[in-house]
C-alpha cells in the first residue's frame, strides 16, 4: 500500500514514491510513445499518484507525453511543473522574467491538458541572478497562483545553500532538490531539513538513484560527477551482484526509508522498473549489505559539483570539467 504524506503546509498528500518524467523526455535515452504510456499506466496502477516534469524535459517532449497518458487521471494525481528552464545551456536556455513565466505556465497547462497545475516550480534557480528569482519569478508564480492557474508553487535547483537562501528571502510552498539525499549525498537533512520544517516548507528529494549513477547499467554520458564518483559507484555496483543483489533496489530502499522529504522522485522508463521500484518500496534495505556498500563509498560521500552562475563562492563542489548533455547541471553558466 503506497504511503501518502503531506506536503509541508500545503493541503496536498503526495505519494512517498513519485514518478519523475524526465525519462518521458527521453533524457535518459530512446523510449517510445508506447513504453512510455504503458509505464505511467503501470505508476498509477502501483498508487503513484505524484508526477513531476518541466517544459525542459525533452524540450517539451515529457510534458506532451505526460499530459496524454494523465489525460482521465487528472484529478487523481499531483502534477508538478516548472518554468524558466528551456534548453541545454546557461544562459541561453534560461529565463525566469515574470513575462515568460506567466506565457510557459499556459503553455505547459495546454500541454498537460489541464486547467490547473498543483505545484508551479522555477527550475534550477541557481542559474538565476537571485534578486531576478526574487523580485520577479516568485512574484509572477505567486500571481499565477492567485488566479487559480497553480495551487502551490516552488523552487527547485542543485545548491541547498541556494535553496535555502532564496526561501528565506522570498517564502514558497515547497523546496526540490536532487541528488542530495542517497547513498552517495545526504546533505538534504542537514542542510535543508532543519530549515525547511521549521518554516512548514514542503520537501521533495529526487533523483535518489543519482541520475543513473547508482544502477547497474552506470550513468547517462552527460552526467556531471566526478570520474571518482562514478568509479565508487560502478565497483558498489559489482559488489551487490556478487551478493545477488542490485544496487539500485539497495540504494532505493535506503533513501525511501530514511527520507527527510515527503516524496522522493524516481525517473522510471519502463513497466519493469516500475514494479522493481514499487517493490523496494516495501522493506528496508539489508543492513550487511548497506554496511559494506557504505564502506565502498565513503571516500566519495558528499562530493558535488558547482552548479548554477557564479556567486562568489557557494557550495563548493568539485568540478569534472565535462559539461553535461541535458545541462541538468551545467557548470559555471558555460554554454555550448
Ligand atoms: P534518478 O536518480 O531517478 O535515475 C533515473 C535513472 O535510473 C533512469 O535511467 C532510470 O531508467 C533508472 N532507473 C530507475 N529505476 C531503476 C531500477 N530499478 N533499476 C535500474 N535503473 C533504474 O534520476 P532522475 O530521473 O533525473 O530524477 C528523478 C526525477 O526527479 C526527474 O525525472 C525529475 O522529475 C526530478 N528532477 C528534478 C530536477 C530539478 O528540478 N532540477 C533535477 C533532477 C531530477
New binding site residues.
Partial sequence: MMRRVRLGATTLDVSALGF????LGEE?GALSVEEGQRTVAAALDGGITFF???PYYGRTLAEERLGRALERKRDQVVLAT?VGRYDRTAPDGFDFSAARVRRSAEESLRRLRTDVIDIL?A??VEFSPPDVIVGETIPALRRLQEEGKTRYIGI???PLDVLRDLAEQAPVDVV?S?CHFSLLNTRMERVLAPFVREQGVGLIN???????VL???GPPDWHPAPSEVKLAARAAADLCAARGA?L??LA?RFALHNSPASST?????SEA?VK??LQSFTGPPDIDLLNDVRALLAHVQDVEWPSGIARGGGEAGRPDGRPPRTG?VVTRGTSR
Fill in positions: 519523475g518524467a524526465a525519462t535518459y513531476d516534469v518541466s516548472k516550480f527550475h534550477d527547485t535547483g542543485f526540490l536532487y529526487a533523483s535518489p538513484l543519482h541520475m543513473g544502477t547497474g547499467a542490485d539500485a533496489d532505493l522522485l524516481v525517473g522510471m522508463r522498473e522493481r521500484n541538468i
